[in-house]
């Protein structure tokens, strides 16, 4: 078996007396795609800033490549959680993609011939040729999200983390952005680690599952993860797992809708999270 890109060895996260996760042990294959689960909070968005170096942990190691992981690591593609950019950012949607080639010298020296036809490429796989000139700030949400996948993938990552890249899609969109992932890391052996709250969209892709709550967690396939008893393990209190018409839905008791608190406060991320008056948990 390859070696792994990512490793984790006895990773923990604590701030002050909480602790979000620790004893982290993880190796991330070429080409494997790990889906981050768990609430509101749970610590998923920490985890990916502590690969990326940014945030350190407070316990054990992780190694990128066979080395401590250090910031701004050109080989790690990262698609962080959507902001719109602001009006009046004069920024093109080419340009912004570029930007993962040419990085910090964009502006200052002509893009090479080599360096303009994977640009172009780029832009044509995600989809974003009809709005290549335009101003990023004026594109929709998912235009904007399609061009982030496009600069993230530019820079040909060993390791792509994805956080919560599939907000504000419509469910055509979702689709063409996760199989645009899952193609990369079948072409390249890139390595994914995609955050996300809700697991439906890329359940086909995902090899394996990192479930975070309520400072601890849990690592398998998603059917050895997403099951009612593993999960109120987990959560310490009972939670169901559903499966209907095609979807998995993670259904917490009262008790359980506790520990997800938060998630009516980002209901915004999810249309759906507000339909069920239990709160579902994902
Ligand atoms: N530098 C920090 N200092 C103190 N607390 C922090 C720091 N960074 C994160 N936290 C806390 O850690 C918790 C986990 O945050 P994180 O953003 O990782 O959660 P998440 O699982 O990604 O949640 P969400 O689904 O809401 O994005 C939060 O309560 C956050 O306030």
């Given amino acids: 078996m390859s070696e792994p890109v990512l490793t984790l060895r006895g990773a923990g996260m604590s701030f002050g007396e909480r602790t979000l996760w620790a004893g982290l042990d993880l190796d991330v294959r070429p080409g494997e795609f790990i889906a981050v689960l768990g609430p509101n909070g749970a610590g998923k968005t920490t985890l990916l800033k502590a690969i990326l170096g940014q945030q350190d942990l407070s ?28 009006s009046g950012t004069p920024l ?21 011939r080599d360096e303009r036809r994977r640009i172009d490429a780029l832009v044509d ?6 709005f290549a000139t335009a101003p990023v700030a004026s594109l ?14 530019a820079s040909q990552p060993a390791l792509l983390l994805c956080d919560e890249p599939l907000i504000s899609l419509d469910l055509r969109h979702q689709r063409g952005v996760t199989e645009l992932i899952d193609a990369q890391r ?8 995609f955050v996300t709250h809700d697991v439906n969209p890329i359940l086909d892709v995902v090899d394996r599952v990192v479930y975070i709550a309520g400072g601890r967690f849990t690592i398998g396939t998603p059917d050895e993860v997403l099951r009612a008893d593993v999960l109120s393990d987990l959560y310490g209190t009972p939670v169901d797992v559903v499966r209907t018409m095609g979807r998995i839905v993670i259904v917490g008791s009262t008790e359980a809708t ?13 249309a759906d999270a507000d339909a069920d008056p239990e709160g579902p948990i994902r």
């Fill in 59 to 86: 316990d054990g190691t992780i190694e990128f490549l066979g080395q401590p992981v250090r910031r701004g690591h050109r080989k790690i593609g990262y698609i962080p959680q959507q902001r719109l950019m602001e």
């Fill in 258 to 270: 506790a520990i997800g608190e938060g998630e009516h406060d980002h209901a915004h991320h999810h």
């Fill in 125 to 130: 796989e995600v989809g974003a040729s009809t």
């Fill in 140 to 153: 929709s949400g998912g235009e904007q999200q399609r061009a982030r996948v496009g600069q993230a993938l």
């Fill in 92 to 112: 093109r949607t080419r340009d912004m993609i570029a930007l993962g080639i040419t990085g910090h010298r964009w502006g200052l020296r002509r893009e090479s």
């Fill in 186 to 193: 079948r072409k390249t052996g890139a390595a994914v680690v």
